[in-house]
């Protein structure tokens, strides 16, 4: 994400930076000859920078975690391009272990962003860097109905969301296979809120991850329809109601599909999120999948909102990090763990 200089008079945009970053927020001189950024790099947490308006140079002006950072071996992702199912060009972000070897077969998570109309890019995520400093090489695409490519790109999931999207997701895991990179027999997958859907919808249409981690997720759009705090505002993902559109909203549930399910399961609830109502998602799969005897577990944190992964209390966000880690490690590696198992 980079700063663009708008002409009023003609309507011309021009770039004021450069570079692979994220810029979150500024601040100009009322003549524009000067601005304090906000920078993040996917090594760098957060800093205050300079931006000359005229040359757009940066200055950095803070070093705020340099002391910490110096005890980290923090690394810098690959960001590539593949090839869907259709012929559609997808970009991804593969984050690898701070000792990769090449030759060498890692496991992998597939970690899915919410939205869907959002998007991963140039900026640090602790996510991913504590996944692959546990051993993982983690993989964060952006499928169609992701944002900053257009719009007909992000539009092409309407009325047909999940689907095609889960096609992309595949495919990009079918990269990392083909480049000798992981180890097909131990993926894992997991995602929250919209990425938590496509993980609830991935485990129902495929049997090749061996863990799945699903966060803040739906599972019936009618029931979510009925109770979230936002559903009048996306009219446009279905074409009418539930009792209008019975047929569709059915066939877009991953619940629908929990019979086919054999991947083991953690669902990581909030239980004061308002957004995606537990009931509505991680509930429904927990039940479902207890009845039909499959390994599942559900984590839920008291007081916590649908911004848990984001603002939540800080304890609670380590929590969350620790517990799909270790299912990972549990389901994933093999490792002997057994603060899950059923008494």
Same mark, same amino acid.
């Given at each position: =994400?980079?700063?663009?200089?708008?002409?009023?008079?003609?309507?011309?945009?021009?770039?004021?930076?450069?570079?692979?970053?994220?810029?979150?927020?500024?601040?100009?001189?009322?003549?524009?000859?000067?601005?304090?950024?906000?920078?993040?790099?996917?090594?760098?947490?957060?800093?205050?920078?300079?931006?000359? *308006?005229?040359?757009?140079?940066?200055?950095?002006?803070?070093?705020?975690?340099?002391?910490?950072?110096?005890?980290?071996?923090?690394?810098?992702?690959?960001?590539?391009?593949?090839?869907?199912?259709?012929?559609?060009?997808?970009?991804?972000?593969?984050?690898?272990?701070?000792?990769?070897?090449? *030759?060498?077969?890692?496991?992998? %998570?597939?970690?899915?962003?919410?939205?869907?109309?959002?998007?991963?890019?140039?900026?640090?995520?602790?996510?991913?860097?504590? =996944?692959?400093?546990?051993?993982?090489?983690?993989?964060?695409?952006?499928?169609?109905?992701?944002?900053?490519?257009?719009?007909?790109?992000?539009? %092409?999931?309407?009325?047909?969301?999940?689907?095609?999207?889960?096609?992309?997701? =595949?495919? *990009?895991?079918?990269?990392?296979?083909?480049?000798?990179?992981?180890?097909?027999?131990?993926?894992?997958?997991?995602?929250?809120?919209?990425?938590?859907?496509?993980?609830?919808?991935?485990?129902?249409?495929?049997?090749?991850?061996?863990?799945?981690?699903?966060?803040?997720?739906?599972?019936?759009?009618?029931?979510?329809?009925?109770?979230?705090?936002?559903?009048?505002?996306?009219?446009?993902?279905?074409?009418?109601?539930?009792?209008?559109?019975?047929?569709?909203?059915?066939?877009?549930?991953?619940?629908?599909?929990?019979?086919?399910?054999?991947?083991?399961?953690?669902?990581?609830?909030?239980?004061?999120?308002?957004?995606?109502?537990?009931?509505?998602?991680?509930?429904?799969?927990?039940?479902?999948?207890?009845?039909?005897?499959?390994?599942?577990? =559900?984590?839920?944190?008291?007081?916590?909102?649908?911004?848990?992964?984001?603002?939540?209390?800080?304890?609670?966000?380590?929590?969350?990090?620790?517990?799909?880690?270790?299912?990972?490690?549990?389901?994933?590696?093999?490792?002997?763990?057994?603060?899950?198992?059923?008494?």
């Amino acid at each position: =994400m980079n700063l663009k200089r708008v002409d009023v008079e003609t309507g011309d945009v021009g770039a004021l930076t450069n570079g692979n970053h994220s810029l979150s927020s500024y601040s100009a001189t009322p003549d524009g000859s000067k601005f304090a950024v906000l920078m993040s790099t996917p090594t760098n947490i957060g800093d205050l920078f300079l931006v000359d *308006g005229a040359t757009g140079r940066m200055q950095q002006l803070t070093h705020s975690n340099d002391e910490l950072f110096s005890k980290l071996n923090v690394t810098e992702p690959e960001m590539f391009w593949y090839k869907s199912f259709d012929g559609k060009r997808i970009q991804a972000w593969v984050q690898r272990p701070p000792d990769f070897v090449e *030759g060498k077969k890692y496991p992998m %998570i597939l970690d899915i962003h919410g939205g869907p109309h959002a998007a991963y890019g140039y900026t640090f995520d602790h996510e991913f860097q504590w =996944m692959a400093a546990k051993g993982y090489v983690v993989l964060y695409p952006n499928p169609r109905g992701s944002t900053t490519y257009g719009q007909d790109f992000g539009n %092409i999931i309407q009325y047909h969301y999940p689907g095609d999207d889960y096609k992309d997701l =595949m495919a *990009g895991v079918d990269e990392l296979v083909k480049r000798g990179w992981v180890d097909p027999e131990r993926l894992g997958v997991t995602g929250g809120s919209g990425g938590g859907v496509l993980t609830n919808w991935t485990i129902g249409h495929t049997d090749r991850f061996k863990a799945a981690a699903s966060q803040r997720s739906i599972a019936d759009w009618r029931d979510f329809w009925y109770t979230a705090d936002f559903t009048q505002f996306t009219p446009s993902w279905f074409r009418g109601a539930p009792w209008e559109q019975e047929a569709d909203f059915k066939e877009r549930s991953p619940i629908t599909y929990v019979e086919k399910i054999k991947t083991p399961l953690m669902l990581i609830e909030g239980e004061a999120d308002f957004r995606t109502p537990p009931g509505a998602g991680g509930e429904q799969m927990f039940r479902a999948l207890k009845y039909l005897k499959k390994p599942v577990v =559900m984590v839920r944190f008291p007081g916590e909102s649908h911004e848990l992964s984001r603002s939540g209390k800080p304890v609670h966000r380590v929590e969350r990090l620790q517990h799909i880690v270790a299912w990972m490690d549990k389901w994933v590696v093999g490792a002997e763990i057994h603060a899950y198992d059923v008494q």
